[in-house]
Each structure stands twice: as structure tokens, then as C-alpha cells.
């Protein structure tokens, strides 16, 4: 089978190599990768992810047997919708159910129409009636732009300065261009956050072992938010007694209302949780696998991934079981100097040939350059281990991400230290 992978990432390089585990694979494409994806897939870098019409006619004349389309823009710029009537077979929702991430406003209504849990929330088109609204609001508060941000677009005010200048910033000053011409203004959850991949052919689903994201740059949760410094999974606060509740109350509710609005969600969905006192709540949907949340999931996947989404494609996901092993894994970034904020690219990188077999190197954000991997971007690489605990994954993860350099090289060194924690508690 002839394979093409929209993206390229750290999560596209964990699922095309999920994917090259299938012996029916001949070859995989992958739309535009990057320098470290080379190794394991055909790239072609002069077709952006963005570049719907040239991914179709990619698609088209290379006789492409079936698609995934895993980044969040084309997915909500209907990438899977125009390769569908182009014929192609293809994992992800069309650009109707992609609304499920690529507006605020759409998902937190849909969580108010059908009571699924979510924090309490306003939304708001003007800055002034937003000033108004929050000069008698409780602080911490919650202010999201509706739209698609890079990861970026959550601020957290601390108090009433604070979220004016956070409105101004969304919403006049544009930082996050037409994204922001609507925003959310939520109350604060507090409990420990969870990670929940799950596949779905928009009725049955296969909800992923669950997983515990690290979004600030510093140790100690401290510094800026980025899109993720490092995960580990399982996550301990996700009991089994946890899990059916959410199926019960969230995740099969909102497959219910994706169908009952018109736009059935088939792929990949991600729900951001809170188990907070009052029980689980949504603090956000993603219609695609998370990152780095992929790198540590998919390497505990049993079942052969291209089954699953054929199953998902086909609507047959019902018929299907999917299993995990019973390990753990866990995923350290490793950063460019400087992100999330300004960093420099184009230094070497020199990755040991010999790691661990329990050991993967995930590439991010690399490229080749006459042959030899230099950085390309802020997270660089995922060094990832599984192994039978939690413990042992993460000291052979920070062993390998050590025996890992590159000028500038950044990496948080107490990713899983919560869940140790709690799993000692």
C-alpha cells in the first residue's frame, strides 16, 4: 500500500512509524515532513500542509491508497473533505466536525446544548462588553481566542490588568490574527489534568491510554506555555472508576451530539480534561492526535494502527479491538534555546546511532541541510522510552535525551515527577 501523511512533526513521525510497522506498507509519503522523518518515509517538502490543492493532486497522480491528515489547520481548511471527493480513503474529520477545535465558541455551545461538563463561560464579539464582564469577575479567569492558535491562543489572567491587557492582545491588538475576533471567557478549574486520545468512526470508540501533558517551559510548571515540553503515560489521577465516568458523561455525549448537529466526528479525537472536585470536566477538544501525547501512546499500541483507522474510515471500529500493553512510557523535549520565545536554528545535531531498542527518537523540528540534520524550529526532538514502569521509562528517556547535542539544546528535567507522586501516594 502507498501511504500519504499530512504533516510533519514530532506526532507525524510517532504515526508513520506506527504505520511502516504494517507489512502491507510499501511506501509512505509524508506532506512536507522533515529532516529526521526522512529516514522513515519519502518526504516532500515543497508541498506545505496547508496546501490543500497540491496535496490532492499529490494524492491523485502518486495513486495514493490511503490518507492521514494529522496537523489541526487542514484539517479545519476540509483537507480530508476535498481528498474524499478526490477519492481517496483517508483517517480524520471532515472541515464541520474539525469545528470542534477550530472554534472556541462552536464547542463550548455544543458542551452548553447537550450537557456535556465544562467550565462555566461567556463568549464575547466586543473588548468593551468583555471589560465589562470581567470588572466583576473572579479571578484566576480563563480568555481563549476562538480560533486556531498554534497552541497559543489560552491566556490566564491573574487579575483585572492582567485580562484587560489579555483582551487587548486577542482581540485588538490581533496577535493571533482573525482567531481572535471572538473570544471565550471561562471560569478556572482546578484538579489535575488529563490527556484523552481516542478513536472514534463517529459512533463506537476506542478511547487511547490516557496521558499527562507538561505545557510550561520551566521546571516546576513555571515560565511560558509552549505546546509541550514533555508527557508521560498512563496518567495516575485516570482511574478505571474515572474512565467510565467520562465515557458515561462526556465521551460518549458528545460523539451523540457531533451526530445530532449534522457533523458526525470520524478520526482522531482529543479530550482535554479537569478532574476537578465537582468530577471531570472538558477543558478542551482537539479533532486530531495531541503533541507530544502521540509520542507516548502510540508507542503502547498493540494493535496495528493502520487496521484501526481503515476501521475508523470504513465505520467498522465497533468490530474492532484495540489493545495496549501494560507498560508505561515517557516523552522528554528537547528545545532550541530561547523557545517559546526567539531561538536560533541551523545547529548540528548529533543523535548516538546506538540507543536503547526501548529507546525512540521522535524529529520535530529538524532539517536536512547538505546532508546534515540541523534544528528548523522550537521543540527539536522527543526522546521517548517505554518500559514496564513509569520509573524506568523516564530514566531511560533523560538517559537518552543526555546522550542527545545541539547548540542551545533545552530540556525540562521533571517530566513525570507528578505522576511518581501521585502513584507513590
Known sequence: MKLLIVGGGGREHAIIKKLKENPEV????????NGGIAQDAVCVPEIG?????????????????????????PLALGCVDRLHEAGIPCFGPDAKAARIESSKVFSKNLMRTYGIPTAAYEVFHDPKAALE??????????????????GKGVLIPQNLDEAASAVKTIMEDKAFGDSGNEIVIEEFLTG?????????????????????????????????NTGG???VAPNPFYTAEIAQVCMDTIFLPTLAAMRAEGCPFKGCLYFGLMLTPDGPKVIEYNCRFGDPETQ???????????????AVEQETLADLDVEWSDGA????????????GHYEKGKVLTIPEALPANVTVYHAGDKLDGGVLVTSGGRVLGITAAAPTLKEALTDAYTAAEAVDFEGKYMRHDIGRRALAAMED
Open 329 to 340: 512510557a515517557a516523552c522528554v523535549i528537547l528545545a532550541s534555546g530561547g523557545y517559546p
Open 296 to 310: 507516548v501512546v502510540l508507542p503502547l499500541l498493540k494493535t496495528d494502527l493502520l487496521t484501526i483507522m481503515q
Open 133 to 150: 464582564y470581567l470588572s466583576t469577575a473572579s479571578f484566576p479567569i480563563v480568555i481563549k481566542a476562538d480560533g486556531l492558535a498554534l
Open 26 to 33: 510499501a511506501v509512505i509519503y509524508a506532506l512536507p515532513g
Open 229 to 231: 515540553m514533555g508527557t
Open 49 to 73: 500542509a496547508k496546501d490543500i490543492p497540491a496535496i490532492v493532486d499529490f494524492a491523485k497522480t502518486h495513486a495514493i491508497d490511503f490518507a492521514v491528515v494529522a496537523p489541526d489547520d
Open 192 to 224: 489535575p489534568e488529563v490527556s484523552v486520545l481516542a478513536f472514534t468512526d463517529g459512533t463506537a470508540i476506542r478511547p487511547m491510554v490516557s496521558s499527562m501533558d507538561h505545557k510550561r517551559a520551566g521546571d516546576g510548571d513555571t515560565g511560558l
